[in-house]
């Protein structure tokens, strides 16, 4: 079955430090697509990235950037220089193609960043 | 560029009372997806349609329905509330189906008092 599993429930950082944020995955599909959230205290789900299962290359946006494996089926975000507007929940998300038609997404349960000045 | 319009924003209702959650997806966007997040939880998948037929099922209470309408818009119906159905409910649209980028609202947040 699928799963998205982000062990990491809090974390804290001051300013400036650079942070990573795990996401592990499960599917039985050869072709998914994988996501990250961000929710900030406002409420809304602002999208960040998708990753193809068939793209393994890292990308890099600005301060972000993320690392795709698909040996260990880790989707990890990591930002670099964290500010205090990067406080907020971070959700990774998992879309199937073949077992769900409707690609769906299934969240993590999401990690809390706070950034402290 | 348009996006997904819920409304209302925010909701206050009685316990055993009835609800209406509407969403305006994206201009051409055939899927409409509901999602509800309790507090401190992650967004679980209720419902979804295509072409106004329902396509996929989750974790939706029987006193929960939905549909989507000719113009694809879609509302969600919810009724004998409980205090367990706050929560913030989130509509997202995508074209397509499995692999489209899903497109958020800005979430209706549900009181039950």
């Known amino acids: 079955a699928q799963k998205v599993t982000q062990a990491q429930t809090e974390i804290s950082v001051v300013e400036k430090e650079d942070v990573t944020l795990d996401c592990v995955y499960e599917t039985r599909d050869t072709t998914y697509y994988l996501f990250w959230y961000k929710q900030p205290p406002s409420g809304e789900l602002v999208f960040l990235i998708r990753?193809?299962?068939?793209?393994?290359q890292n990308e890099i946006s600005g301060r972000y950037s993320w690392n795709f494996q698909k040996s260990t089926s880790s989707f990890n975000f990591t930002i670099t220089a964290s500010q205090v507007v990067d406080s907020a929940v971070y959700f990774c998300a998992l879309s199937e193609v073949f077992s769900s038609n409707t690609g769906k997404l299934i969240f993590g349960q999401g990690t809390t960043l706070q950034v402290k000045p | 560029a348009a996006g997904v319009i819920q409304s209302p924003r925010h909701l206050i209702k009685e316990k055993r009372e009835t609800a209406t959650l509407k969403c305006y997806p994206i201009?051409?966007?055939?899927?409409v997806y509901w999602y509800q997040q309790g507090p401190g939880q992650d967004p679980q998948f209720l419902i979804s349609?295509?072409?106004?037929?329902?396509?996929d099922k989750g974790s939706i209470p029987d006193r929960f329905s939905a549909q989507q309408f000719s113009d694809y818009h879609s509302e969600l119906n919810m009724s004998s509330l409980e205090l367990g159905d706050s929560a913030l409910y989130f509509c997202?649209?995508?074209?397509?189906?499995?692999?489209?980028?899903?497109?958020f609202g800005e979430g209706s947040r549900l009181t039950v008092l």
């Open positions: 997202a649209s995508s074209l397509g189906g499995s692999g489209g980028e899903l497109f």
């Open positions: 349609f295509y072409e106004k037929m329902q396509s």
């Open positions: 201009p051409r966007h055939d899927t």
């Open positions: 990753r193809n299962s068939f793209d393994e």
